[in-house]
């Protein structure tokens, strides 16, 4: 069965620094990925998604993240975050072949931007 | 107003009483499903749905029972509330055969179970 893990549960960072959110998937054939945040006591919002072609994908805020299919990861990236950056991030896996449109969702990673 | 809405917004119950939470989307769209957020588990399914009258398990359904006699509605009924059911729970829904395969998000049903 598919699975993600998003190796860090928090992660501080200084405003403006560079930060990266990992995300590993189980390996299949034909994955879809995506990263969602969520805002304090809001819903969850679509970041960013890879369904295919280029591998780098990227946010209107900043935000970046690589399919990486050798090593089954989907790291999110930002150069420089803001304090407006400060939410919790999940990594979701949806397996393209099943069907369902179901997603697995990893542990999420709380991000804590510091001033 | 269009979208995705969860009702009610917070909730306290007790042990052993019956609960329903409310969940609406206006954009007809085809899939739906209810998650539940702990901490230290992320979001794991409850349900889903495919369509009106076509409901499936997901990683958690023991204790929670749903319909969907409306394409635009989808109610999630915990028969016998328990403490261990106490979370955050979303709806969400999507387009079948989407090429954005994007799900869409409810903002959240707080409920306690004392």
């Known amino acids: 069965a598919q699975s993600v893990t998003q190796l860090d549960s928090q992660v501080p960072v200084f405003e403006e620094a560079p930060v990266e959110l990992r995300c590993n998937y189980s390996?299949?054939?034909?994955?879809?990925l995506f990263w969602y945040v969520q805002y304090p006591n809001q819903g969850l919002q679509l970041l960013l998604k890879?369904?295919?072609?280029?591998?780098l994908v990227e946010s209107i805020n900043g935000f970046e993240a690589e399919f990486n299919k050798s090593q089954t990861s989907f790291h999110l990236r930002k150069p420089s975050v803001h304090i407006s950056d400060t939410a919790e991030y999940f990594c979701?896996?949806?397996?393209?072949?099943?069907?369902?449109?179901?997603?697995?969702f990893g542990t999420g990673t709380r991000l804590k931007v510091l001033a | 107003d269009a979208g995705i809405t969860q009702s009610p917004r917070y909730k306290i119950t007790e042990t052993g009483r019956q609960v329903t939470l409310m969940c609406h989307q206006t954009?007809?769209?085809?899939?739906m499903f209810w998650y539940r957020q702990d901490l230290g588990h992320g979001l794991r399914l409850i349900y889903y749905?495919?369509?009106?009258?076509?409901?499936d398990k997901g990683e958690v359904p023991d204790g929670y029972v749903v319909s969907r006699s409306k394409t635009e509605n989808f109610p999630l009924t915990l028969e016998s509330a328990t403490r261990s059911q106490t979370s955050v729970y979303f709806c969400?829904?999507?387009?079948?055969?989407?090429?954005?395969?994007?799900?869409?998000f409810g903002p959240g049903t707080r409920l306690t179970v004392l």
């Open positions: 979701a896996v949806s397996d393209g072949l099943s069907g369902t449109y179901k997603y697995i």
């Open positions: 390996s299949s054939v034909s994955v879809y």
């Open positions: 890879y369904l295919s072609g280029s591998t």
């Open positions: 954009w007809s769209h085809s899939y």
């Open positions: 749905s495919a369509a009106a009258d076509i409901t």
């Open positions: 969400a829904s999507m387009v079948a055969g989407s090429s954005y395969n994007e799900q869409f």
